[in-house]
């Protein structure tokens, strides 16, 4: 069974940093696509940056290109964890920020996440002086 917890969602003011963490289990990462989503209120749910099997990756959102960096460190076999590093951090950067994973994915890499299978629960990040 595969699972997505993710961590780190926090207040903070602009220019800050944070890290989130996506603690992912069960999952078969030589496979897997890997990514971040992030939806405001009254917002469509947008891509983020994703993480293609081969350590590739590929920002969705051009507002975060060379702000954030997403990364992963492996922990076994089934188990790993993928992280964003947020740097920079501005008032729109706010939203409820979501992991997400696809086994075997259609395509090396994706911004749309009607094509990824698993979510976490979210982590809230705040951007406010």
């Known amino acids: 069974q595969l699972q997505l917890v993710e961590s780190g969602g926090d207040s903070v003011q602009p220019g800050g940093s944070l890290r989130l963490s996506c603690e992912a289990s069960?999952?078969?990462?030589?496979?897997?696509?890997m990514a971040w989503f992030r939806q405001a209120p009254g917002k469509e749910r947008e891509g983020v940056a994703n993480?293609?099997?081969?350590?590739?990756?590929?920002?969705?959102?051009n507002s975060v290109q060379g702000r954030f960096t997403i990364f992963s460190i492996s922990r076994g076999n089934s188990e790993k964890t993928l992280y964003l590093q947020m740097n920079s951090l501005k008032p729109e950067d706010t939203a409820m920020y979501y992991c997400?994973?696809?086994?075997?994915?259609?395509?090396?890499?994706?911004?749309?996440?009607?094509?990824?299978?698993?979510w976490g629960q979210g982590t809230q990040v705040t951007v406010s002086s």
């Open positions: 997400a994973a696809v086994l075997n994915p259609a395509r090396r890499d994706s911004c749309r996440w009607s094509e990824y299978t698993y």
């Open positions: 069960g999952i078969p990462y030589s496979s897997a696509l």
């Open positions: 993480l293609y099997s081969g350590g590739g990756w590929t920002f969705c959102a």
